[in-house]
């Protein structure tokens, strides 16, 4: 860094009192030279003359409080040197600094009166009292122009960061709301998740926790089956739990492939034998010819299905549960049928987050889910799901189709709401 760089520097990190205190007595020093080092056969000096140059330079320590009232003084005791002649200024030191200071400080209408004034008043002066040259015209006005300028471009390019500051306030306060949307989102999305990985594992344990004593004596491989699919719905809650909570611990995500992948549409036939496992007949019916989903519709669809089932397995008091899938053009439909009868389903109050999250799930990849009484008796889950990504379904601007989302609940909040007997999943 140079040295005039370092005392730049240096100037800005000062109080603003000790730089204007300093950059007053350098004024005063420099009017102070034509008293030190006094031209020969020059006009004679005297104390009054001595006591005008000093009011030029005095009233500059308070220029940043007042600029507009100090300047008025320079005004003042600039032209009284050159009236009083003993002698007159050279070269107007303090007025350069005062017009610079309300150039770059004072308002608007004070900043037009004080350059008119000091453009005016000079060149009467200079005409009529000091009979100048008319090279001298140029240099005395250009000068004080240039001070003009200079402080003009100090207000714009203060102006100018303190926008740039502001709208950096202003970015890091949208940047954190953002953070708190995606952290509210990514909440919203593990508590999903858990709720559907949890409430599946523990429904499916508990019924079979309470068949295993009534058959162990009477029907023990039956028993034996049932502690088996206890173990093995343990240990699936267990490994999906892992990986989640992995996700939560670490700041920084693994290397690929060491992640166990989401779960998909050819885990289905796993599902539904742990329906068997529980005592349900359970039958899985594929129509129509699979196309490839997008790793969400795949997502969801599975943890549509899972919680269709764990609710059919904790609520419904069924015998039989059919997951269809059928695939149609542009879109997947997902049923899920069973021949519960829903007397005593627990979330009469409608406080569950089952059926709520099924919805939400399908609204978030462009789909809408129902639910309510089947028609043949029972209950049923339907889900439909795209088949396409929203690019392909508008190759022309890849907008989002209408009524997708969370806006096709508003659209349709009866269907949304529908439920039987209160079952609320969860």
């Known amino acids: 860094m140079s040295g005039v760089a370092r005392f730049a520097a240096r100037a800005r990190a000062a109080p603003p009192w000790a730089v204007d205190t300093a950059l007053a007595a350098v004024v005063l020093f420099a009017v102070s030279l034509q008293f030190l080092f006094p031209d ?20 500059l ?13 320079v005004t003042c005791c600039t032209p009284a040197m050159a009236v009083h002649h ?29 350059l008119a004034g000091w453009l005016v008043g000079t060149t009467v002066t200079m005409a009529f009292h000091e009979r100048a040259e008319p090279y001298e015209y140029p240099f005395h006005l250009l000068s004080l122009v240039s001070a003009y300028a200079l402080g003009s471009l100090a207000r714009v390019q203060r ?22 949307r995606a952290v509210a989102l990514e909440r919203a999305t593990i508590a999903r998740d858990m709720h559907d990985i949890l409430a599946h594992a523990v429904s499916l344990m508990v019924v079979q926790a ?34 989640i ?24 036939p796993g599902l539904v034998e742990q329906v068997r496992l529980a005592g349900l007949e359970g039958e899985l019916v594929v129509a129509g010819v699979p196309h490839t989903l997008s790793a969400d519709v795949e997502v969801a669809a599975y943890r549509i299905v899972q919680e269709a089932l ?23 439909l997902v049923t899920v049928t069973d021949d519960g009868h829903g007397e005593g389903d627990s979330g009469g109050d409608g406080g ?71 079952r609320g999943g969860g």
């Open 40 to 59: 020969e056969g020059g006009d004679a000096l005297s104390p009054a003359g001595y006591l005008l140059g000093a009011g030029t330079a005095v009233p």
């Open 61 to 73: 320590v308070w220029r940043r409080r007042a600029p507009f009232l100090v300047a008025c003084a």
């Open 86 to 114: 003993r002698p007159p200024p050279d070269i107007v030191y303090g007025g350069l600094v005062a017009l610079y200071t309300v150039a770059a400080l004072a308002r608007p209408w004070q900043r037009r009166v004080m």
């Open 159 to 180: 102006a100018y960061t303190a926008a740039l500051e502001d709208r950096a306030r202003r970015l890091e306060r949208e940047r954190a709301s953002e953070t708190a």
């Open 210 to 243: 309470e068949a295993g004593p009534v058959v162990v004596r009477t029907d023990p491989p039956r028993a034996e089956a049932a502690f088996d699919a206890i173990a093995s719905a343990g240990r699936d809650a267990m490994v999906q739990l892992r990986r």
């Open 245 to 268: 909570l992995g996700v939560l611990r670490e700041p920084v995500p693994r290397a690929s492939g060491e992640r166990s992948p989401q779960p998909s549409l050819d885990a289905l």
């Open 310 to 332: 764990t609710n059919t397995v904790k609520h419904a008091r069924a015998t039989r549960v059919c997951v269809q899938l059928e695939w149609r053009a542009g879109e997947l």
């Open 352 to 422: 569950g987050h089952g059926l709520v999250g099924v919805r939400e799930r399908a609204a978030a990849c462009g789909g809408r889910a129902e639910a309510g009484p089947a028609p043949g008796g029972g209950f049923r889950v339907v889900a439909r799901l795209p088949t396409a990504s929203l690019g392909d379904e508008h190759p022309g601007g890849g907008r989002r189709r209408s009524g997708a989302g969370a806006q096709r609940l508003l659209d349709d909040p009866g269907r949304a709401a529908g439920h039987r007997g209160g």
